[in-house]
């Protein structure tokens, strides 16, 4: 069946267009040439950048001002030592205790493995715990991902060059979306060029008159592109793309174990090159939000637990449904061992 004759799916492709939705492939809507030539993609790019920055203004106390100013000018901001060596070595040890679900997902050559940091994995490892409950960890990121939620934070590990396979579509410079979301790596190792280090276009999250131009090509065109990413809304951008934007080269954002990096990933971003082999591990967050709820939210800790039921429930039914096809779900069960070995 046609899918505009799907009559019962046009409410949700509706409401869709004031929440995250992002997918020009799946929802015809968002994905409409005549609807964003006639700017509905931009309206919603506008609106959200909007609202964005008003909770930014009511969140203002949660980060330094010098370090506001940098994530504001840069699209990101680190913070070298955050973690010191006793609590990197209690940390990493701690990690190392037996326990946890790892999940891995491959994407070309590279793993991605991670533990989810909940309650359970906690419960046990002091440092951790005390980290991830530590309000200047959190309140940091509350104020990168514009909204005083609870982030999601797991243990990461990237394995570059872990199997045979295609590049790493993750190496390609990317937003990942519409509207600002916050995405943070705080470093349990160093990371040198050859580990693949997180590579960021200074600037980039900003919306210059050349970004609006290229934005509103690329969502007039995203509905039939087919690059794998930038048809589900997270728009790809080659060399001559950025160029185009006048924006400078990616950097590979090189740190000591450690450091906190917080970024904007509605600026362009990726993987750096990494030798085959290499690879990091990394305490990594991720917040990301109704994009148009002024509302600057409430970090409550039964809201925090309902979200990562959800989650896991969500995991768990990807893995049944696999299973019935004989296939490995996207983020499928590892042997934790696999991943911290
Ligand atoms: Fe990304």
Same mark, same amino acid.
């Given at each position: 069946?046609?899918?505009?004759?799907?009559?019962?799916?046009?409410?949700?492709?509706?409401?869709?267009?004031?929440?995250?939705?992002?997918?020009?492939?799946?929802?015809?809507?968002?994905?409409?040439?005549?609807?964003?030539?006639?700017?509905?993609?931009?309206?919603?790019?506008?609106?959200?950048?909007?609202?964005?920055?008003?909770? &930014? %203004?009511? $969140?203002?106390?949660?980060?330094? =001002?010098?370090?506001?100013?940098? #994530?504001? @000018?840069?699209?990101?901001?680190?913070?070298?030592?955050?973690?010191?060596?006793?609590?990197?070595?209690?940390?990493?040890?701690?990690?190392?205790?037996?326990?946890?679900?790892?999940?891995?997902?491959?994407?070309?050559?590279?793993?991605?493995?991670?533990?989810?940091?909940?309650?359970?994995?906690?419960?046990?490892?002091?440092?951790?715990?005390?980290?991830?409950?530590?309000?200047?960890?959190?309140?940091?990121?509350?104020?990168?991902?514009?909204?005083?939620?609870?982030?999601?934070?797991?243990?990461?590990?990237?394995?570059?060059?872990?199997?045979?396979?295609?590049?790493?579509?993750?190496?390609?410079?990317?937003?990942?979306?519409?509207?600002?979301?916050?995405?943070? &790596? %705080?470093? $349990?190792?160093?990371?040198?060029? =050859?580990?693949?280090?997180?590579? #960021?276009? @200074?600037?980039?999250?900003?919306?210059?008159?050349?970004?609006?131009?290229?934005?509103?090509?690329?969502?007039?065109?995203?509905?039939?592109?087919?690059?794998?990413?930038?048809?589900?809304?997270?728009?790809?951008?080659?060399?001559?793309?950025?160029?185009?934007?006048?924006?400078?080269?990616?950097?590979?954002?090189?740190?000591?174990?450690?450091?906190?990096?917080?970024?904007?990933?509605?600026?362009?971003?990726?993987?750096?090159?990494?030798?085959?082999?290499?690879?990091?591990?990394?305490?990594?967050?991720?917040?990301?939000?109704?994009?148009?709820?002024?509302?600057?939210?409430?970090?409550?800790?039964?809201?925090?637990?309902?979200?990562?039921?959800?989650?896991?429930?969500?995991?768990?039914?990807?893995?049944?449904?696999? =299973?019935?096809?004989?296939?490995?779900?996207?983020?499928?069960?590892?042997?934790?061992?696999?991943?911290?070995?």
């Amino acid at each position: 069946m046609p899918r505009v004759l799907k009559i019962h799916m046009w409410p949700l492709w509706f409401l869709a267009l004031f929440g995250q939705g992002k997918s020009f492939k799946a929802n015809p809507l968002i994905g409409s040439h005549i609807l964003n030539r006639l700017g509905l993609h931009m309206i919603r790019v506008l609106l959200a950048r909007a609202v964005a920055h008003f909770r &930014w %203004l009511l $969140l203002s106390s949660k980060m330094p =001002k010098l370090l506001r100013k940098a #994530y504001a @000018r840069d699209g990101f901001c680190i913070i070298t030592n955050f973690l010191d060596e006793h609590e990197l070595a209690a940390i990493r040890q701690e990690i190392r205790t037996p326990g946890g679900t790892a999940r891995q997902m491959i994407q070309g050559n590279t793993a991605t493995q991670r533990i989810l940091l909940d309650e359970a994995f906690l419960q046990t490892r002091p440092s951790l715990s005390a980290l991830i409950h530590s309000g200047s960890f959190v309140d940091l990121l509350e104020y990168g991902a514009a909204k005083a939620c609870m982030p999601l934070m797991y243990i990461q590990r990237i394995r570059n060059g872990h199997l045979p396979g295609s590049v790493d579509p993750q190496k390609t410079m990317h937003s990942d979306t519409f509207h600002p979301t916050m995405k943070a &790596w %705080l470093f $349990l190792e160093d990371v040198e060029q =050859k580990h693949g280090p997180f590579t #960021y276009v @200074r600037g980039s999250h900003k919306l210059t008159k050349a970004r609006f131009n290229w934005e509103y090509a690329r969502s007039c065109a995203a509905g039939k592109l087919r690059d794998g990413y930038s048809e589900k809304g997270s728009f790809r951008a080659s060399p001559d793309d950025l160029a185009e934007m006048n924006l400078p080269e990616p950097e590979g954002i090189t740190a000591k174990a450690g450091t906190l990096v917080i970024a904007n990933t509605n600026g362009f971003h990726g993987r750096g090159d990494a030798e085959d082999g290499e690879g990091r591990i990394e305490i990594w967050a991720y917040g990301r939000h109704n994009p148009f709820n002024p509302l600057p939210g409430f970090n409550l800790k039964f809201i925090s637990n309902i979200e990562l039921f959800f989650l896991k429930a969500y995991w768990r039914h990807k893995d049944k449904q696999a =299973k019935k096809r004989g296939v490995k779900s996207s983020w499928h069960l590892i042997d934790t061992n696999e991943m911290l070995d």
